[in-house]
């Protein structure tokens, strides 16, 4: 069974994953992927989560006084969403960036997310606002820094407009990962979605709404365990 989770902020939902996970993960060795054959993860075997206002303090605050280091903060999503999701410039030896999805050139003009605004603006109650970042090509053409296989993460964001109180139409988006580093990734990577969201929203003349993400492959390494239950205060039982 998925674990699905209903949270207020982003905070919210990443500290109830957190917590959670040491009830409900398994132990993945690592045979492909980030640290291979030299780390392992705890992970979900499946998970569902909907925020209701990822708008409201995106960064997650670590408890006074503690020497804990904060996952991410509002500089470094902001800076996410400006070069990562925004730009599609890509750097020397990087063969893809979510940008240069979210902003690829299409057919017949205008880019991926030019087009799913323009979609949104004229007829949003549509459900064709996806826009695509995974590709069939990714398992030969995405080749990390490393050499090695590196496949976006993030697969595809899925933008709907719904019925709110007042019949108003308010905008929401799904996203989902393939994998997805929960204690360092999951905040930065919301916060940016989030300002994303926005940005669509404020141009399709849409209320900004909830958003909804989903992963099969969720979860921490082992080198952030002992972080992750210090900030939990989930001690770990003696074998």
Not at 24 to 34: C, D, L, N, P, T
Not at 101 to 107: A, D, T, V
Not at 153 to 158: A, G, K, S, Y
Request: charge should be negative.
């Amino acid at each position: 069974m998925p674990f699905c989770i209903s949270a207020k902020t982003i905070p919210d939902a990443w500290f109830q994953l957190v917590y959670n996970l040491f009830d409900r993960a398994y132990e993945q060795k690592i045979q492909k992927g980030s640290f291979e054959n030299e780390q392992y993860r705890l992970q979900y075997p499946s998970m569902a989560v909907h925020i209701e206002r990822p708008w409201e303090d995106m960064v997650p605050v670590m408890p006074p006084g503690s020497s804990i280091p904060a996952p991410t903060s509002m500089d470094y999503i902001e800076d996410y969403f400006a070069n990562y999701l925004m730009d599609p410039q890509l750097a020397e030896n990087e063969t893809y960036r979510y940008s240069s999805r979210i902003h690829n050139p299409m057919p017949k003009g205008g880019t991926q997310f030019e087009r799913i605004i323009g979609m949104l603006k004229e007829t949003p109650l549509t459900n064709q606002a996806v826009v695509e970042i995974g590709a069939p090509t990714d398992l030969d053409v995405c080749i990390g820094n490393d050499g090695k296989l590196d496949p976006p993460c993030l697969r595809l964001l899925d933008f709907k407009a719904v019925p709110s109180e007042g019949n108003n139409l308010v905008l929401t988006v799904s996203c989902y990962f393939r994998s997805w580093d929960l204690w360092a990734g999951f905040p930065t990577n919301l916060g940016g979605i989030e300002l994303l969201k926005q940005y669509a929203a404020q141009e399709a003349g849409l209320q900004n709404g909830p958003m909804y993400a989903y992963s099969a492959g969720a979860h921490i390494y082992g080198y952030q365990e002992d972080l992750a239950r210090l900030r939990t205060l989930r001690i770990k039982k003696p074998q």
